[in-house]
């Protein structure tokens, strides 16, 4: 299997996964969505719905898989994506926190870009 089905494959495997959780018992305030798309190689969860008073959207995750790497650019998640990533075999060169501005990623162990 190339890179890039194996970075698809994980990415499909941890949002669904993840939605998995958001949803289980008890029923979530609010709506979860996820959109996995690999034509365009941009994969999202989102929460929407009505809480108090008015009509709530966050983006929980957002990933995006450019120039052979993954590209995190929002992660609302506990434990946070990267890690999974790095468990299942993804060398942190190939990792880019979109979400820390470009100045501040070469502090981290991540890539650049």
């Known amino acids: ?11 499909h495997d941890f949002f669904l996964a993840y939605e998995q959780f958001l949803t289980a018992s008890p029923k979530p305030d609010l709506d979860v969505t ?8 941009q994969y999202i969860l989102f929460k929407s719905g009505w809480k108090e008073d ?3 959207r966050y983006v929980t995750l957002h990933v995006t898989l450019r120039n052979d790497k ?3 650019e929002e992660d609302m998640t506990e434990d946070g994506i990267a890690s999974y990533f790095l468990e299942h075999g993804v060398r942190s060169q190939d990792i880019v926190l979109g ?15």
């Open 99 to 113: 979400f820390q501005p470009p100045q501040m990623r070469p502090y981290t162990e991540f890539a650049v870009a």
């Open 70 to 72: 993954i590209w995190i």
């Open 54 to 56: 008015g009509y709530r």
């Open 34 to 41: 996820v959109a996995l798309d690999d034509d365009r190689s």
């Open 1 to 11: 299997m190339d890179k890039l089905n194996t970075y698809q494959e994980l990415i």
